[in-house]
Nanobody, 120 residues
Framework: QVQLVESGGGLVQPGGSLRLSCAAS????????MNWYRQAPGKERELVAG????????NYADSVKGRFTISRDNAKSTVYLQMNSLKPEDTAVYYC?????????????WGQGTQVTVSS
């Protein structure tokens, strides 16, 4: 069955770094765009970063540009999110998403989420 398993979250001080990983299985990873979303308490889930199926193009939320980097390894069916210069406002549950455009409806798979807490 389809699985997206995130890891790498935790507690970090402001200014610190974390690297999230999302290991995928049960579908053809190399066909899917991959995204990282986050949801803070009391807020809506927001797109943080995305990467195309080949890794040739990436996009970022304005709030994380220059600090976060998304990458993927199709041979390992894994997507990463390198987070540097972390701020308290980055505190959230981070979710991995696999997305494939299809008609009449796209395919979307989600991981269970990993908690990131930025605090001194």
């Amino acid at each position: 069955q389809v699985q997206l398993v995130e890891s790498g979250g935790g507690l970090v001080q402001p200014g610190g770094s974390l690297r999230l990983s999302c290991a995928a299985s049960g579908f053809t990873f190399s066909r899917y765009a991959m995204n990282w979303y986050r949801q803070a308490p009391g807020k809506e889930r927001e797109l943080v970063a995305g990467i195309t199926s080949t890794g040739g193009s990436t996009n970022y939320a304005d709030s994380v540009k220059g600090r976060f980097t998304i990458s993927r390894d199709n041979a390992k069916s894994t997507v990463y999110l390198q987070m540097n210069s972390l701020k308290p406002e980055d505190t959230a549950v981070y979710y991995c998403n696999a997305h494939l455009w299809a008609w009449p409806s796209p395919y979307d798979y989600w991981g269970q989420g990993t908690q990131v807490t930025v605090s001194s």
